[in-house]
């Protein structure tokens, strides 16, 4: 037999599975007189386990009962059983008991209510068609009866209790709730208006007032608690006197916002704020249609339009109402052409969080980073900048505003469904919180207890606490990700700053554009952008949002039309590739950085035709960093080793080398590597020196896979002897240009046991192999290999022992050749043959006491004779960067001479670099500062030119272009916006100084 005791044990058991967090207190209030009938109903107790917070539930309902029992007894004879009747429903009507018992268990303010008011309950009884999903006109209906306005806050919280029920079960999901929420807020200020007029008869005879909706409210997607923000504007009536009408209105709308406001042992409906009016609270509170419009027009400030976005009539004249939002809607939709409208937009939201309190803002769930204002902001900001030209984003709602601009392309569908599900569940947060006390907060609770209640209410049943954070960290995260990413993407400001109608084009705004943007081929372009833009897809979509910022982009350079064919070319290459357009939309400056590189010349844009999936590496200024030696080796040689034979290999290594060759041109032209410090004081250079040194590193990561695949082809893994390549030249000195050859020696060393005969022959094949390879046909740059710099030059043998280089240099080596080695560095190959080499002609390029008379003269007759022989027939010597005045010869050889003599006593002059060897130079006093910085100002804009010309003309030039293009090109690269003549005259002055200063330190003038 069951003891009393184990009755109750079982019975603990049983609540404490089903939710239950009191199991005694629960067990009380089950065996309560009140329950008897349905205290041990299985339904019963499985549907309070279903709810929140079980234990809040069944005290709720305890109370509902005890409410009607003690109405009841006061009841004249005969009246009905209330409890009773409420009891017996809840036992056999399955949708009443979830539905109230989910209510009690979600709101406690709900339940004092029900327990103020029990015969409310039967409000949740109904189903009808209305009740499931009501509309404005029913919430007007069950206003309707009340006579004043204590009346109509129990009707409204009433209309509330089966709103929050169809909410808690359910049967409505976030957007229709907040809809049906502004809806009952529209039907009440209705209400409140009408007892207004009834008050008044006199005032409402002599004006005509409209309550416009703003925020929430205006947008059909209001809170739980929240201020209701409304706009009133007034008319006099038909021969009423203006100021009259005014005073009348404006006590109308007081008394309406008292209604609405005040609090009563009823408790409040919410707060009516008309703080959103022209002048905020020192204005005042009602204004006619035409002071709204003057103020909108002289005085508004940008925060104004976004609020006006979400304006709605909702109460009052609605002739009227509608008057006053078609007359501000030109406005909204044209203030993104306000000057700084997007920073303003960006800047207003950056300081609601800093205003956020410090102890709130890891509760903040709507201004905070991450919270519910990331996605409005973020979306309202789409909306008006776009919104001008395309009306389908006029929405003031923010889950409608966002699918539309999903659907317009301006925001990728999967960024769109993240915010919507993000966006959904941090308001079905903040309604939860909001439900239990019916208070306005948007603060995640402290409490446990309350955090298990809302953690339950969300669906989180097994650890609701902990999956409620996990939740709510993931969908913060999500949003303030994508926030940043739409809200401060820099093609925003560009569209925003585009002129009325160009946001958009049409076939003649197109026309017009090109024309005055300075097009050459108006009928072209236009070709272009009507195969770019024409139809109905999603493609052409983001095209049409794209191209009118990309026009303006491309009009800033000086080729527009070569621009806008790249432009075509990559898409039309693309246009099946999802990421691509979704990148040049949303990632960073990736838009404004491919056009700046398709209109900059043909070098960079050819190798973007050639694998236009590199426009991946455009979205930020880090994938625009070079690589590094080390890295491109590593990833070449992987290349290499997957290679079914030597052509494939070095095809794969090409394939590395002209991404990275991309890569380096594009930053370059975007500026991404900056400025960089010159070697001698006040004098900030651009980023020649990471070009060339990113330049090197590539050529010497190729010639790493070339070698390599030349050996795996005949030899496998090893090479019966020890082979290096060693740099000479601007590929030593690690300053190429995009046109330079790759100057090299080849070194070997037999390995042991290996015959000199057998070593010598496997070294000359691979070397000849290694040229064979890198000159295979290709559409790729092609990579020339010289050899000349070798002994006895083209002469001599290809590759030389290290014991036979030794061999030469001590016997027959010249000046000129000593002078070479100053840039010799090992760039592939055996890295400890290559050091050796090094080691070994390290005392001949910086002999003891310096080269000598005899040697120094020889090096002027080979300068002088250079000057006179190998300047091109008909080219201009004070504009050839080369081996013209002042030019790169000029420099270099002064700074070689200065090492010749000096490097033995002086360790900073012994470089391959001659910026270093510069700047060395003058910190050992060898070069006053005037001088130093004359000679690296000419060396770097020499070498800017050269780099310039074949990044325009996509082949080798060592002057300035001769086609006026070309030359303006030239021009934009290094920073010249105006005429190319005053550019050609600073090179001139530049290099004309430089050669004064070479005379003098180099011929000893």
């Not at 909410?167 to 049906?180: K, P, S, W």
Request: hydrophobic share 40%; net charge negative.
């Amino acid at each position: 037999m069951t003891t009393q005791g184990g009755r109750r044990d079982t019975r603990f058991g049983r609540l404490l599975r089903r939710g239950f967090t009191d199991p005694a207190a629960a067990g009380r209030f089950l065996d309560v007189p009140a329950l008897a009938g349905v205290h041990d109903d299985q339904l019963f107790l499985d549907a309070l386990g279903a709810t929140a917070d079980p234990d809040l539930a069944l005290r709720g309902l305890v109370h509902l009962v005890e409410s009607l029992t003690s109405q009841d007894e006061r009841a004249v004879d005969g009246a009905d059983n209330g409890a009773q009747t409420l009891l017996d429903t809840l036992l056999t009507a399955k949708p009443l008991r979830d539905r109230l018992l989910g209510v009690l268990g979600a709101s406690e303010a709900l339940g004092d209510h029900l327990a103020r008011h029990p015969h409310d309950w039967k409000a949740l009884a109904t189903y009808e068609s209305a009740d499931l999903h009501p509309g404005l006109p029913d919430f007007e209906d069950a206003l309707a009866e009340a006579g004043d306005p204590d009346a109509l806050r129990v009707a409204y919280r009433r209309c509330l209790l089966s709103l929050a029920a169809r909410d808690v079960c359910g049967t409505t999901e976030l957007a229709e709730t907040a809809a049906e929420l502004a809806d009952l807020a529209t039907a009440t200020l209705r209400a409140a208006l009408a007892m207004a007029r009834s008050e008044e008869p006199e005032d409402a005879a002599v004006c005509k007032l409209a309550v416009v909706g703003m925020g929430k409210c205006g947008g059909r997607e209001l809170n739980y608690v929240s201020d209701v923000d409304v706009i009133f504007v007034a008319e006099p009536a038909d021969g009423a006197d203006e100021d009259k009408a005014l005073r009348a209105a404006g006590r109308l709308a007081a008394r309406l916002m008292r209604i609405c406001s005040d609090t009563t042992p009823e408790g409040t409906i919410w707060p009516v704020d008309a703080n959103l009016r022209p002048e905020g609270r020192n204005g005042p509170l009602v204004r006619t249609l035409s002071s709204h419009v003057a103020y909108y027009q002289r005085w508004a400030k940008t925060w104004e339009f976004q609020a006006l976005l979400k304006a709605r009539p909702v109460a009052g004249d609605p002739t009227l109402g509608r008057e006053y939002c078609e007359a501000v809607a030109p406005m909204v939709w044209q203030a993104a052409e306000r000057e700084n409208f997007v920073p303003d937009v960006q800047q207003m939201r950056r300081r609601v969080e800093a205003n956020i309190p410090v102890a709130h803002v890891e509760r903040e769930l709507k201004l905070g980073p991450g919270g519910l204002r990331d996605v409005e902001f973020a979306v309202q900001l789409l909306q008006l900048v776009h919104g001008r030209s395309d009306g389908t984003l006029r929405s003031s709602t923010t889950l409608d505003a966002l699918e539309a601009l999903a659907a317009g392309g301006y925001v990728g569908r999967q960024d769109a469904a993240a915010l919507d599900a993000s966006y959904r569940f941090l308001r079905t947060m903040e309604h939860r919180i909001q439900l239990h006390r019916m208070r306005r907060t948007h603060l995640m609770p402290e409490d446990e207890a309350d955090q298990r209640r809302l953690g339950r209410s969300m669906g989180f049943r097994v650890e609701p606490v902990a999956e409620l954070h996990k939740a709510w960290r993931r969908h913060a995260a999500s949003v303030r990700r994508l926030h940043e990413k739409l809200f401060y993407r820099p093609l925003l400001d560009a569209v925003a700053q585009l002129a009325p109608g160009e946001a958009r084009l049409s076939t003649r705004a197109a026309t017009q554009r090109l024309e005055a943007l300075g097009y050459a081929d108006p009928s072209a372009a236009l070709r272009h952008l009507e195969a770019l833009a024409s139809g109905v897809s999603r493609k052409a979509a983001i095209q049409r949002t794209l191209l009118p910022v990309l026009l303006g982009w491309f009009a800033d350079s000086a080729d527009p039309d070569a621009g806008l064919l790249g432009f075509r070319q990559i898409s039309d290459a693309l246009g099946k590739t999802p990421w691509y357009l979704r990148l040049l939309r949303d990632e960073g400056a990736a838009a404004e950085n491919l056009a700046r590189v398709l209109s900059a010349g043909r070098f960079a844009p050819d190798l973007l035709l050639r694998a236009p999936e590199a426009v991946a590496l455009l979205g930020t200024a880090e994938r625009l960093e070079p690589r590094g030696r080390d890295a491109l080796t590593q990833e070449i040689l992987a290349a290499v080793n997957r290679a079914d034979d030597p052509e494939q290999a070095v095809a794969a290594a090409r394939g590395v080398r002209r991404r990275e060759l991309f890569r380096t041109a594009a930053a370059d032209i975007v500026g991404a590597y900056g400025t960089e410090e010159s070697p001698v004081p006040e004098d900030p250079g651009p980023g020649v020196d990471r070009v060339g040194t990113a330049l090197s590193d590539i050529n010497a990561a190729t010639l790493a896979g070339a070698l390599r695949a030349a050996v795996r082809g005949k030899w496998g893994d090893e090479l019966p002897t020890r082979f290096a390549v060693i740099g000479m030249g601007r590929f030593g000195g690690r300053e190429l240009g995009y046109g330079s050859d790759a100057d090299v020696l080849f070194v070997h060393e037999p390995r042991e046991g290996v015959g000199d005969e057998e070593a010598s022959k496997a070294a000359f094949a691979v070397a000849n192999e290694m040229r064979r390879l890198l000159q295979l046909p290709s559409a790729d740059p092609p990579l020339p290999v010289d050899a000349d710099l070798r002994p006895e030059g083209k002469s001599g043998p290809l590759v030389r022992t290290l014991a036979s280089y030794a061999a030469y240099y001590q016997r027959w080596s010249q000046v000129w050749e000593s002078q070479a080695l100053l840039r010799a560095e090992p760039v592939a190959g055996d890295a400890e043959l290559g050091r050796r080499f090094t080691d070994l002609v390290d005392p001949l390029r910086y002999p003891a006491e310096g080269p000598g008379e005899e040697a120094e003269r020889e090096i002027r007759r080979l300068k002088a004779r250079m000057e006179g022989e190998r300047l091109p027939r008909g080219a201009d010597p004070t504009t050839h960067t080369k081996l013209g005045r002042g030019g790169l010869s000029d420099v270099e050889w002064t700074v070689q001479l200065l090492q010749l003599r000096h490097a033995w006593a002086e360790p900073g002059l012994r470089t391959t670099r001659t910026r270093e060897a510069l700047a060395a130079a003058h910190a050992a006093g060898l070069l006053e500062t005037e001088d130093a910085q004359t000679l690296d100002e000419a060396w770097l804009l020499a070498t800017r030119v050269r780099n310039a010309a074949m990044l325009v003309r996509g082949r080798p030039g060592d002057t300035f272009p001769s086609e006026p293009r070309e030359l303006a090109a030239v021009g934009r690269y290094l920073g010249y916006d105006g005429g190319t003549g005053e550019m050609v005259d600073d090179y001139r002055r530049t290099t004309r100084r430089a050669r004064a200063v070479m005379e003098r330190i180099f011929y000893g003038a």
